[in-house]
Nanobody, 125 residues
Framework: QVQLVESGGGLVQAGGSLRLSCAAS????????MGWFRQAPGKEREFVAA????????YYASSVKGRFTISRDNVKSTVSLQMNSLKPEDTAVYYC??????????????????WGQGTQVTVSS
């Protein structure tokens, strides 16, 4: 069982930056792949970024590649999402998610086992 708590959301102007953090409690955090997803009003939840349990590989949606960076600290049981050059279309509730380690990463919502409660990110134009 893993409990996830996100923080760091807020209101920022277009072009600005925010850093989201996700604190995990429970056992064996280092064996979980971690992901960030987001959901805008009226839209489905979508993949943003993922990082493998081994920290060696990261993956990004094309819409955020080059602007967002995912990282994790397996000692502190945290995963972060640094978001730069934010755009109004990045406005959404952002969710941290954990997936039991497997042989490959996943961008699929239904393949993640645990979710945080979400944190709101609003980017004004």
């Amino acid at each position: 069982q893993v409990q996830l708590v996100e923080s760091g959301g807020g209101l920022v102007q277009a072009g600005g930056s925010l850093r989201l953090s996700c604190a995990a409690s429970g056992r064996a955090f280092s064996t979980y792949d971690m992901g960030w997803f987001r959901q805008a009003p009226g839209k489905e939840r979508e993949f943003v970024a993922a990082i493998r349990w081994s920290v060696t590989n990261t993956y990004y949606a094309s819409s955020v590649k080059g602007r967002f960076t995912i990282s994790r600290d397996n000692v502190k049981s945290t995963v972060s999402l640094q978001m730069n050059s934010l755009k109004p279309e990045d406005t959404a509730v952002y969710y941290c998610a954990a997936r039991r380690g497997s042989s490959s990463y996943s961008a699929m919502v239904n393949e993640y086992d645990y979710w945080g409660q979400g944190t709101q990110v609003t980017v004004s134009s």
